[in-house]
């Protein structure tokens, strides 16, 4: 009697080795998944694997410790080959799917291409791939999360998608996300949203206003959620001492343990801070609509926007043209 050792129903692996790295220690998380989190890879001898579930074909993104990102499509029975060289990590290799091949065929027409280019790249794919889960990727990654992409063009993409993925939770949520976004932009007052805090009572997000007010919207389970929390704690410090400057956090977070956990650090209290767990359901962040976490969005006294901006990166620079520095003598 013989016995297959392969994958089979709704299992799938993900083997990876590494040509020059014996051990190091990553992270992966489902990118379909708004609720996901993140799981631990280590690397053994140049070697990891990674085992799960899914329903039908999803990109999983590994994360390393400098914040760079790859993207690796399993599927139900799949088994997927990963192959990467650290000191050329933007040259990967998947193999296993027809997803990962045509993902490697991208990278290789893309590789050496700048920006503009890679969009213009990313948009024929799509177009001439329409119907793979590759399309809906590429059209999140270049152009629901780029700001830089033209809005008309995405918009475009997006109803050509819709017809070809009319019942995709993916498409359905992007549409409603971009669709209200476009009461959050510069020059619009933010609406008032009715924010949820720590003893669950709530209260509405202009019941208090200052000359100039930072709303950060993250998640503990959000990439680089964390450094925007930090940013705005040493914006407090560096720009408050007029008194002209208010900082609000609004989180999705779904488990309060890991959400509590880090405003415990705020030990001032001098943030504002708000979770109602609802995640992307939140009518508070369908309210704002906004594409994407972690952002932050700057207001003036009449709330009217005066940034807007998914880099944390830029907000010491975008505070300093309305704001002293106070810790400048």
């Known amino acids: 009697m013989l016995a297959s050792c392969g994958l089979s129903g709704s299992s799938f692996r993900i083997r990876g080795s590494f040509k020059d790295m014996k051990v190091g220690e990553l992270y992966i998380y489902n990118a379909s998944d708004d609720n996901a989190c993140f799981d631990t890879l280590n690397v053994k001898e140049g070697e990891f694997q990674y085992k799960g579930e899914v329903s039908e074909p999803t990109p999983f993104i590994l994360v390393f410790p400098n914040g760079m990102e790859q993207v690796i499509f399993v599927g139900p029975g799949s088994d997927v080959k990963y192959e990467a060289t650290a000191n050329d990590l933007k040259n990967y290799m998947v193999s296993g799917s027809r997803e990962n091949e045509l993902l490697n065929k991208f990278r290789e027409e893309t590789y050496a291409l700048k920006d503009n280019q890679t969009l213009d790249v990313a948009k024929s794919y799509i177009e001439n ?6 399309a809906l990727y590429l059209f999140d990654y270049y152009f629901v999360q780029n700001e830089k992409a033209d809005a008309k063009q995405t918009m475009q993409l997006l109803n050509l998608l819709k017809s070809n993925h009319p019942k995709n939770h993916f498409v359905m949520d992007i549409s409603t996300k971009l669709t209200s976004a476009s009461g959050c932009a510069v020059g619009k007052k933010l ?6 805090k ?21 998640a503990t389970w959000a990439t680089r ?15 408050n001492d007029s008194g002209k400057l208010r900082i609000v956090t609004i989180s999705a977070d779904l488990e309060r343990y890991r959400w509590e956990d880090c405003i415990r650090q705020d030990t001032l209290k001098s943030i504002e801070h708000y979770c109602d767990f609802a995640g992307f359901e939140s ?43 106070s810790s400048v003598n």
């Open 129 to 134: 791939n329409v119907e793979s889960p590759v």
């Open 191 to 196: 609406v008032d949203v009715t924010v949820q």
């Open 198 to 218: 720590k003893d669950k009572t709530t209260k509405k997000l202009w019941a208090t206003s200052k000359d100039y007010n930072l709303v950060v919207l993250w």
């Open 225 to 239: 959620g964390y450094d925007f929390v930090w940013k705005s704690r040493q914006a407090y410090d560096k720009y």
């Open 283 to 325: 009518k508070t962040m369908k309210n704002i609509g906004v594409g994407k976490i972690p952002c932050y969005i700057l207001t003036d006294k009449s709330h009217k926007i005066l940034t807007i901006s998914t880099d944390a990166a830029e907000l010491d620079g975008d505070l300093k043209k309305y704001l002293k520095d």
